[in-house]
């Protein structure tokens, strides 16, 4: 590269009309160009374009064709991503400091590499402010358009390193960023630009509908949102698809400790009822609705639990998933089933949800929505276990000499209780069918005997 061609000098910020003049009445041309607004910016516009060239053959010249980024992408669609900025930033850098360009100060002398405070020829200003108004114009690329929204963000802008968060901001629909500002208030901008680089792409998932419902969920607290975990906000926008999701499990979402559990009850089914709400609504001399309307399990799960949904909320993600869902198996139920199976729950929640600690048990005693029994499909519980058949195994073993609490408190929750139990439950359903045992007996003939004690031997002793 010619030495000429690196030089950063007056001329490199000079428009057409100074340019044209000659070199005795440029000094006087440019003290008149300078008078004009935004001449700096002006300046610094035509020093970059004319830069920009020599950037890229710089690139070209000392990286590896595989690294290139710079090649074939004209200047103002660089100015429009934080990556090619940062890179064409490095470039100068680099060339600055080995002597590839030379940077002229206001009298014209070599200003040496890393002194930043001193004021450059080619637009009059030091290449600390150069940096900032670099950024700012790189703002108004990406916010081309939305100008009114660069309004809102341009005064915490700061160096290149707050470019990567501008492009995501700058991809905000206008009703996302009505949302935020409406819940941040004057502190909108030290709180988007103060979350790190990963926790704003997260938190930038969440689409507009999910912003709204976790402001109506959680009221105040919906600032608490910037400060979750990546995963988990990214758990949300994979999994949480619509609205009444967020409705229904409502400011029970701060109970969640993990994005794993988050998945899960995102898992949960949900079913349009759209045609049912709008028969009803027509039935009754209302319109139709606009959109769709769902109903979650998240809703039947809460509603069957009751005071218990939050402490299942706390538990490992695999177990949340496994008893939300037996759990949302009630609404397949009607009538005196569904009674009885709400008080099962109760019992089973009141006594004995602490002690579970992961879905193996819960699939030991056949509690799954796979169980035609426990769906209701059918009634004959020679079929499979019945969930009151489950919860009288667990009265028995809580009612046993040598086993009761310690036994929950202990083998219960480990791999060699599971298979214990697993095992008790083949045992019973073989019973039942042989007519040895019935099911509205289990937990006094388990209590009270050893007839069905054969995989529980070893297990436990009190």
């Known amino acids: 590269m010619e030495t000429r061609l690196t030089v950063i000098g007056e001329t490199l910020g000079d428009g057409e009309i100074v340019a044209a003049l000659p070199s005795f009445l440029k000094g006087m041309g440019r003290s008149l160009a300078n008078m004009f607004p935004r001449s700096t910016r002006k300046r610094l516009n035509r020093a970059l374009h004319r830069l920009y060239p020599r950037l890229q053959n710089v690139e070209h010249k000392v990286l590896k064709p595989e690294s290139l980024l710079l090649q074939g992408v004209p200047l103002d669609e660089a100015l429009a991503d934080p990556d090619l900025i940062d890179r064409g930033w490095a470039v100068f850098q680099a060339s600055w400091k080995a002597g590839l360009v030379t940077l002229r100060d206001l009298d014209g002398d070599p200003i040496p590499f890393g002194k930043n405070g001193l004021e450059t020829a080619c637009c ?60 941040f208030g004057n502190r909108f901008e030290e709180i988007m630009f103060g979350m790190e680089l990963e926790h704003l792409k997260a938190f930038a998932r969440l689409e507009p509908h999910a912003l709204h419902a976790l402001r109506q969920s959680m009221g105040k607290e919906f600032i608490e949102v910037t400060q979750w975990d990546p995963d988990y906000l990214n758990a949300i926008a994979d999994t949480f ?39 009803k609504r027509v039935k009754q001399g209302k319109q139709r609705l606009k959109g769709r309307r769902y109903e979650t399990d998240i809703a039947v799960v809460r509603h069957v639990l009751g005071k218990h949904f939050e402490v299942l909320m706390e538990r490992p993600g695999d177990l949340v998933d496994a008893i939300g869902r037996v759990c949302a198996t009630t609404r397949h139920l009607s009538g005196p089933a569904r009674s009885d199976r709400y008080d099962q729950i109760a019992k089973l929640a009141d006594r004995y949800l602490e002690y579970f600690s992961s879905a193996d048990m819960v699939k030991a005693l056949h509690l799954t929505e796979n169980n035609p029994v426990v769906r209701g499909d059918t009634d004959d519980s020679n079929v499979d276990l019945s969930f009151g058949e489950a919860v009288l195994i667990l009265d028995g073993l809580w009612n046993k000499q040598g086993f009761g609490r310690p036994f929950f408190e202990g083998p219960f929750q480990n791999e060699k209780g599971v298979k214990a139990i697993a095992g008790l439950v083949t045992n019973i359903q073989s019973m039942k069918k042989r007519g040895s045992v019935k099911g509205g007996e289990i937990d006094k003939i388990l209590g009270s005997t050893d007839l069905l004690d054969a995989s529980l031997k070893g297990v436990f002793k009190k």
């Open 124 to 183: 009059g200003v030091a290449m600390d402010d150069v940096e900032e108004a670099l950024v700012m114009i790189a703002a108004e690329h990406m916010f081309a358009g939305n100008e009114m929204a660069l309004e809102k963000v341009g005064d915490v802008l700061g160096g290149l390193a707050d470019l990567p968060k501008l492009r995501i901001i700058a991809e905000f629909d206008a009703l996302r960023l009505d949302h935020l500002r409406e819940a």
């Open 241 to 279: 698809q619509v609205v009444e999701q967020f409705r229904d499990l409502g400011p029970y979402i701060i109970s969640v400790k993990s994005s794993e559990t988050i998945r899960s009850i995102g898992s949960w089914s949900i079913r349009d009822i759209t045609e049912q709400v709008n028969a």
